[in-house]
């Protein structure tokens, strides 16, 4: 079946360490995103991509980096400098014919 | 002025009731807006879609777009248990491309026995 895979689901973080965070999709779409859910709060946006080897900031970049080497790969890496990593991630690809962003299942990432 | 305004709620109907969802946007030039339903600890899944003005509907569901008062709604008829989630309203967030979106904070929906 097509569709977006993130991992893992849970993700536990100690003090001072960089973690990544996995996003594959197989729906060949051109566009990847990242965001974050707080408790209570709606989704706010880390960095996109729109096409291999490109990628761009959203509102919340900060602490955070990503790469975009191929296709169907967006992995998120949540560095030591993001001081409050505790959230909801989510991952989202969309395709230019099909307009709805379509979402993985999330990672929940906690601090140890 | 947040772009996108949603109501936290929580709102609570009873179970066959018409639960009805509001959400507000600043930028005037927005085209397309969605509307997802979060089930808590899951991840959103897009149920509506709308471009253009009036009502669209699906099933149950009918979403309603004003773009001179800059409003969208969601319609659930006949609500049921199931439907207890909270729904978040998307509208394309301005400038840069991408199709990004930006999303309410949603409305919390839960539908009593």
């Known amino acids: 079946d097509g569709g977006i895979t993130q991992s893992p689901k849970y993700l536990f973080r100690k003090e001072g360490q960089n973690v990544t965070l996995s996003c594959e999709q197989n729906?060949?779409?051109?566009?990847m995103y990242w965001y974050r859910q707080d408790p209570g709060q709606g989704l706010r946006l880390i960095y996109y991509s729109q096409i291999v080897n490109d990628f761009q900031k959203g509102d919340i970049a900060e602490g955070y980096s990503v790469s975009r080497e191929k296709k169907e790969s967006f992995p998120l890496t949540v560095t030591s400098a993001q001081k409050n990593p505790t959230a909801f991630y989510l991952c989202?690809?969309?395709?230019?014919?099909?307009?709805?962003?379509?979402f993985g299942d999330g990672t929940r990432l906690s601090i140890l | 002025q947040k772009e996108v305004e949603q109501n936290s709620g929580p709102l609570s109907v009873p179970e066959g009731a018409i639960a009805s969802l509001n959400c507000t946007y600043s930028d005037r030039g927005s085209q397309s807006f969605f509307w997802y339903r979060q089930y808590s600890g899951k991840s959103p899944e897009l149920i509506m879609f709308i471009y253009s003005n009036g009502d669209k509907e699906d099933g149950r569901f009918t979403a309603q777009l004003n773009k001179a008062s800059q409003y969208v709604s969601l319609l659930i008829r006949d609500s049921q248990p199931s439907d207890s989630a909270t729904y978040l309203c998307a509208a394309p967030a301005g400038g840069g491309g991408g199709n990004k979106l930006t999303f309410g904070t949603g409305t919390q929906l839960k539908v009593e026995l």
């Open positions: 989202a690809s969309w395709d230019r014919r099909n307009q709805p962003q379509h």
């Open positions: 729906l060949n779409h051109d566009a």
